[in-house]
């Protein structure tokens, strides 16, 4: 996604109005989609960006694209900053509102936000949208996608995105629990799904398959590997990503821990070094 570029505001649906946070970058792509969601004067807006100075006037235009006056309530996918951190200012903007999310533990109090609890199950009504939320850990412990009931398409959050693959971080990130979320989303045979990054994914069941295949390949690369002698990380990076830029390797290199993880769990690999000891390399069991 690094050179993938967006409107700042654009209608996906009759429904959805999404605005970009403003917050481009390596993990990002062009920022993070936020949505305007509902029919109705007042709106449901799911994730509210980085907190950029950028971003509200931009969210003012869209109101106004989407013919709307003003916004319900925030919903938020889950507590990563490009997600939550905009929901003071928009606050500050717009006056008192609920937000909700699934807590986090030690992870939400730092944002200082009085939070609604929701998660599996939860439903969230606005004139002319409803949304259903479906716990999906894997990127985050937090996280949680949408049904939008009335189009059956899914707001994915982090989990799939328009462009690229997903990051399962080594705080709150399980790659066998991301695997079984994108199961999950597959039961939901979305027809469309609107990311939190990059653009509307058009054949939602296709996108997902195609990301179970990926993280197979990976894994699969990745014991190939290692059947060849104990690597660490930086050097299974260099191998499976040596056609990709040196920017993108830090979060290869999470996205490879996470495999080895899985596998360890599985029994399949193990250290072949100290842990204690950098760098740790692997071998298989």
Partial sequence: MIDLRLPDVDRWSDRVVVALGQNPGVFTGPGTNTYLIGTGKRRILLDTGQGRDAYLPILDTA???AGCEGIQEIV???????HIGGARSVIERFGAMRISKRPWAGFDDRHGLVITPIGEGSVLRTEGATL??????????????????????????DN?????TTVI????????????TLDRLLAQKP???????????????GKIREYIAHRQKREDQILTALGEGPLAIS??????????????HQAAG??????????ENEGRVTTATDRDVAPVRWKLA
């Fill in 235 to 248: 050097e299974l990076v260099a191998r499976i990503y040596a056609n990709y830029p040196d920017s993108l």
């Fill in 76 to 82: 938020l996918t889950h507590g990563h900053e490009d």
């Fill in 169 to 180: 971080p080594s705080q709150g990130g399980d790659l066998l629990q991301y695997l079984n």
């Fill in 132 to 157: 259903r939320a479906i716990h999906t850990p894997g990127h985050a412990e937090d996280h949680l996608c949408f049904v939008l009931e009335e189009e059956g398409s899914l707001f994915s959050g």
């Fill in 160 to 164: 799939v995105l328009g462009a690229g």
């Fill in 63 to 65: 109101l106004e694209q």
């Fill in 191 to 205: 027809a469309v799904i609107y990311p939190a990054h990059g653009p509307l994914i058009r054949d939602g069941e």
């Fill in 254 to 263: 999470e996205s490879v821990g996470s495999h080895l993880r899985k596998l």
